[in-house]
Nanobody
Framework: VQLVESGGGLVQPGGSLRLSCAASGFTFSMFDMSWYRQAPGKARELVATISSTGGSTNYADSVKGRFTISRDNAKNTVILQMNSLKPEDTAVYYC?????????WGQGTQVTVSS
C-alpha cells in the first residue's frame, strides 16, 4: 500500500488549495479514504472521510462548508479542496486508508496559511 500526497504550500488567509492523494497497492474503489491533519504541538485530527463509492462524506466541524473531499476511482485519487483557508488550518495533511486492519498513511504535505 502506498499513499502519496501533493498540493500543499503557502497561501494567504481566505485563499484556496487543492490536495491530492495518489493511492496504489490495493483495490482503491473498495475502501473508504480519509484526510487527517496535524498542527505543531497538537494531536493528529480527522478532517474528512469519503466512502468507497464517493456517495457519503463526513467533515470535522471546523472545516464544514469550506473543505470538500472527493475521489476519482478511475485514477485511484482522493482530493481535498480547501477554500476560505484560515491560519488555524496550518498543518501537515495526511491521507489514510484502513486496509486489512491496519492504518496506512502517506508522508504528508505541508499547508501553511499566513499573510
Amino acid at each position: 500500500v502506498q499513499l502519496v500526497e501533493s498540493g500543499g504550500g503557502l497561501v494567504q488567509p481566505g485563499g484556496s488549495l487543492r490536495l491530492s492523494c495518489a493511492a496504489s497497492g490495493f483495490t482503491f474503489s473498495m475502501f473508504d479514504m480519509s484526510w487527517y491533519r496535524q498542527a505543531p504541538g497538537k494531536a493528529r485530527e480527522l478532517v474528512a472521510t469519503i466512502s468507497s463509492t464517493g456517495g457519503s462524506t463526513n467533515y470535522a466541524d471546523s472545516v464544514k462548508g469550506r473543505f470538500t473531499i472527493s475521489r476519482d476511482n478511475a485514477k485511484n485519487t482522493v482530493i481535498l479542496q480547501m477554500n476560505s483557508l484560515k491560519p488555524e488550518d496550518t498543518a501537515v495533511y495526511y491521507c489514510k486508508v484502513l486496509y486489512r486492519r491496519r492504518d496506512y498513511w502517506g508522508q504528508g504535505t505541508q499547508v501553511t496559511v499566513s499573510s
